[in-house]
Structures are given as structure tokens and as C-alpha cells.
């Protein structure tokens, strides 16, 4: 039913290639933070105008809205990218390399942000086949908190009204280009930062005797915490406590520090039970160094909430994807314990965040994300726009006028 439109996107798809490649090392070459994607949004910005998609912008700061209307009255529909980059040093030796010391896109959103823009070339080209809105989302600051997409919601990206729904898309290299997968419902865990200082009384390692030792009662702390999950969620519903960092100003080996600050993440797939555990984690950590004649200051910044795929969004999407790239090609995701601010749309609106594959046939050139030598398959770029394009026109195309 819908041949002749693959075949029209794929062919726009292969035409566009070059240009959204180039686009893509041109933004790998210049990542730019969360919130500090000012160059980043110009290129966006002069794509847009070449192509005569009319767009708002100095959403979250640096992001970009843009607005592609169908030839027929019908819903409005949005499609969303991330821009912001990471605070790694790149090891790669290609010629698109990062030029920003010690800032990489190492999580894809260059990516994200070069499909969206070839899909809305493909979408301005065939907008008198479609039968309502597209808005498109160039969303800065998803790397940190409180996260652009809460940004731009408060600001009043729904002010008119409630999308049918949301897409976004995410690189993932253990699937090989060509391929792209997805899960309905509950989809991947919310997210909290956990920062606490231990205080002591510091002196001479050689008489601990004299000094309330902080690093003793910090080490206690990080066991004890390791319990919040293993004793109070139910063994069937995923979470995650993790200590990743530990530090005290100054000290020596015969040295007992002032102070330890440890800093944590807290995930969960249980809205309920992650906000019970705020409380839990202060009263331990308080209580456990009091037993050993410390204090403590927990500070728990609360992040992005559950991201939950809506089912039908999600299974029309899937379906729309087998129809582009074959049965073979998409595949059924895991739940994950990583998190997106993009789970803030999901609080307003049907949406689905599925997964692209980025990767080769040789999965030893595959590297994770948030890994200082994260590359992509660039022939993933092709299917992304495509993809994406296909779904937005399938979908709108049979809507009534």
C-alpha cells in the first residue's frame, strides 16, 4: 500500500545523504555542552531557512521549534532532537575529530540532530501528502539537569495543544545500521543525583584516637546504601544505587581528612518507590555516621522521571518500520537502566523513543556510548531521517481532511 512512498523517501533519503553527513561531521567537529549550544543551533537555523521551514527559537536557551504544515487540515504530530554534547576528550583519529579539547559527542546526539534535520528536508519536500502539523524539537541540555525538555514544556511547548504524538530516536551501536528496535511501556528508569559530605574531625593518621574519622564512616555509608535496594524494592522491579566518585580536600597518606563527599546516582523503574527512598537514604546515611561520631549533609537532586512508551504509539511505529526496512531489521528492546529527559514528554503526551542502529557488521568497532572512541556507521544516517520521514507521512498521510 505505501511502495510508492518508501520508494520516494528512500530515494530522497540517498539524495540528502551527502549533505546531512557532512552536517553531522561538521557538528562532531563542534560539540558544544548542555546549554551552550549556540553554534550548534546557527546550523540547525540555516538549514531550516534553506529549506524554508520556518522555526522559533531561544527555547531552554538555544533550542530551535520548527513547523512544517501539511497541505490538508489534521493533528499535529512532533518529532524531537537533542543537541548538547559531553564533557570527554575524544581518542579518535578521524577527520571530523573534535576541536573542542575535552567536549565530545560522544552519546550521538550530532546524530540526532542531523537525521531530524534530513527528515524535515524529506517532510518539507512531500507536505502536500500530509494531512495535518509537523513540529519539529531541537532540544538543548538533555545531558544535564533539569533538562531541557522540562525547559521548553514549562515554557509552553504544549501552550497549543497536546501533540497525537512524540518520537525521538537514539543511537544504539550494538544494532548495525539498517536495523532499529523497540519496546512499549515502561522503557527505561528515572534518574536522581545523590551528593553527601561526611564530616569528622581530621588530624594525624597515626592517632585516629583523636579524630572522628570521616573516610571510616564514609565507607560505611557506601556498604550500608547498597541495602536501600537490596532489602526495601521488591526483587522484580530493577534499581540501581551506585557511589561513583569519592574525594576529600587536601590529606596524605598519614592524613585523616575534615571531610569525604561522595557522589551517587539512584535509578529505578518504580515512581513510588524512588520517591520513599529519598528519605530512606538520608536516614541512613545521618544515622550511620552518627554511630561513629560524624555528621553528614545528603543532598538528592531530583532528575528525570520513567520513560514510558506509549502502546499503540509504539506499536504503530513498529509497524510503519517493518514496512521501511523489513521484519528483520526491528527488533525487541530490553528494559535499560539509563535515562532521557525525553520520559518528560512522555508525561504530556503518547510518545515513543525507540532506538537506531549505528553500528558495523564487526561488533569489535562497535564502542558504547559515553566512551571517549564512540564512532558511527554513517550509513545509519540514511535510515534515520528516512525512518523517521516515513513514519510522520505514513502516519498522516491517510488521516482525514
Known amino acids: 500500500m505505501h511502495a510508492e512512498l518508501i520508494s520516494n523517501i528512500q530515494k530522497a533519503a540517498g539524495t540528502y545523504f551527502d549533505e546531512i553527513v557532512s552536517i553531522r561531521r561538521d557538528l562532531h567537529q563542534h560539540p558544544e555542552l548542555s546549554f551552550q549550544e549556540e553554534r550548534t543551533s546557527g546550523v540547525v537555523a540555516r538549514f531550516l531557512e534553506t529549506h524554508k521551514i520556518p522555526f522559533t527559537t531561544g527555547w531552554a536557551g538555544h533550542g530551535i521549534v520548527a513547523t512544517i504544515q501539511g497541505a490538508y487540515e489534521g493533528p499535529t504530530v512532533m518529532l524531537r532532537a537533542d543537541m548538547d554534547a559531553l564533557p570527554i576528550l575524544e581518542k579518535n583519529e578521524v ?52 533538562g531541557g525538555a522540562s525547559m521548553m514544556i514549562q515554557e509552553g511547548l504544549f501552550k497549543e495543544g497536546i501533540p497525537q504524538w512524540i518520537l525521538g530516536q537514539h543511537v544504539h551501536p550494538p ?49 550500608a546504601l547498597q541495602e536501600v535496594v537490596s532489602r526495601t ?31 551517587g546516582t539512584l535509578r529505578a523503574m518504580d515512581e513510588a518507590w524512588r520517591s520513599e527512598t529519598h528519605l530512606r537514604i538520608k536516614q ?40 521501511y526496512l523489513g521484519e528483520e531489521n526491528v527488533h525487541e528492546l530490553p528494559q535499560r537502566m539509563t535515562a532521557e529527559d525525553f520520559a518528560f514528554y512522555t508525561q504530556h503526551a503518547p510518545a515513543s523513543f525507540y532506538r537506531l542502529g549505528t553500528g558495523w557488521a564487526d561488533q569489535s568497532r562497535n564502542i558504547p556510548v559515553h566512551n571517549n572512541r564512540f564512532d558511527i556507521n554513517e550509513t ?20 482525514p481532511s
Open 95 to 146: 577527520p571530523y575529530k573534535s576541536k573542542n579539547d575535552g567536549v565530545m559527542h560522544a552519546c550521538g546526539h550530532d546524530v540526532h540532530t542531523s537525521s531530524l534535520l534530513g527528515a524535515a528536508a524529506i517532510l518539507k519536500q512531500f507536505s502536500d501528502a500530509l494531512h495535518g502539523t509537523v513540529r519539529l524539537i531541537f532540544q538543548p541540555g538533555e545531558e544535564k539537569l533539569p
Open 175 to 223: 544494532l548495525e545500521a539498517g536495523h532499529v528496535g523497540f519496546r512499549s511501556g515502561l522503557y527505561m528508569a528515572s534518574a536522581d543525583e545523590i551528593y553527601i559530605t561526611v564530616k569528622g574531625k581530621g588530624g594525624h593518621a597515626a592517632t585516629p584516637h583523636l579524630c572522628h574519622d570521616p573516610v571510616v564512616a564514609a565507607a560505611r555509608v557506601i556498604t
Open 233 to 263: 524494592i521488591n526483587p522484580l522491579s530493577p534499581a540501581v544505587l551506585t557511589i561513583g566518585k569519592i574525594t576529600t580536600a587536601g590529606g596524605a597518606t598519614n592524613v585523616i581528612p575534615e571531610a569525604v563527599h561522595l557522589e
Open 284 to 323: 541512613l546515611v545521618q544515622q550511620t555516621c552518627e554511630a561513629l561520631d560524624c555528621t553528614a549533609e545528603t543532598n538528592i537532586l531530583v532528575g528525570y522521571p520513567c520513560l514510558m512508551n506509549d502502546e499503540a504509539v509504539t506499536a504503530n511505529c513498529r509497524k510503519w518500520a517493518v514496512a
Open 380 to 399: 545509519a544516517l540514511q535510515t534515520g531521517m528516512g525512518l523517521m520521514a516515513f513514519i510522520t507521512l505514513a502516519s498522516l498521510a491517510d488521516s
